[in-house]
């Protein structure tokens, strides 16, 4: 029996695939086409990443992507300026405390539509 392939509900989620594609092709970013292909993923392939995760491959000052959620396990001693599809909400406060700045996707391709100063972490 053939696997059924399910169509994604959100509608913010098809929005944001759509905006990530317009800007990879509009800015020949492929750090967007790569987002945009992750999102057609199943939502249980999205990331989970802790704090701990995020203090380990940063540094100050970074712009980060995840995509999925961000929870928050571990510490963060260093500023970054991080958007995600979620954010528990333990996780927004330490972010928030380390003097981070917590902000969507969208603000991220909207500030670096060339995506050259943006980090992924998985």
């Known amino acids: ?23 990879a092709r509009k800015h020949q ?3 967007w086409k790569e987002l945009a292909r992750r999102l ?3 939502s249980s392939n999205y990331a ?5 995760r995020l203090n380990r491959y940063t540094n100050s000052g970074d712009v980060v992507i995840v995509l999925g959620k ?13 958007g995600a599809l979620n ?3 333990n996780a ?3 972010l928030l405390a380390a ?10 391709i909207q500030g670096s539509p060339t995506g050259s100063d943006v980090k992924i972490i998985r």
């Open 87 to 89: 954010f528990s909400e």
């Open 70 to 82: 961000v929870l928050g396990a571990g510490s963060i001693n260093h500023p970054i300026s991080i």
């Open 40 to 42: 057609d993923a199943p």
């Open 1 to 23: 029996m053939a696997k059924q392939k399910t169509e994604k509900t959100n509608p913010q989620l098809d929005l944001l695939r759509e905006t990530l594609k317009v800007f």
């Open 29 to 31: 970013a492929d750090i």
């Open 48 to 52: 989970k990443v802790n704090l701990s």
């Open 99 to 108: 003097a981070g700045t917590v902000v969507t996707i969208d603000e991220i």
């Open 92 to 94: 927004r406060l330490k």
